[in-house]
């Protein structure tokens, strides 16, 4: 797996993950939207974590820095 994904992306994945764990923990979200969101929630975590995102490779899309060539 070629890595597609930058670091602000990885950050903001995160965090959205994080704002939906308390959410789901704190009751503001539950039943089978918050299980949804929650699931989602752990989707982002692990693409972060390995730097790929499936959703980004059929379209070609890559929010990383390139690196020149010299």
């Given at each position: 797996?070629?890595?597609?994904?930058?670091?602000?992306?990885?950050?903001?994945?995160?965090?959205?993950?994080?704002?939906?764990?308390?959410?789901?923990?704190?009751?503001?979200?539950?039943?089978?939207?918050?299980?949804?969101?929650?699931?989602?929630?752990?989707?982002?975590?692990?693409?972060?974590?390995?730097?790929?995102?499936?959703l980004y490779a059929p379209f070609g899309i890559s929010t990383c820095k390139m690196k020149e060539k010299?």
């Amino acid at each position: 797996m070629k890595k597609n994904m930058g670091s602000a992306d990885k950050i903001i994945r995160i965090l959205i993950a994080v704002v939906i764990g308390v959410l789901f923990y704190t009751g503001t979200i539950s039943g089978t939207l918050g299980t949804i969101l929650l699931i989602l929630a752990g989707v982002f975590v692990l693409t972060s974590l390995v730097s790929f995102c499936p959703l980004y490779a059929p379209f070609g899309i890559s929010t990383c820095k390139m690196k020149e060539k010299k």
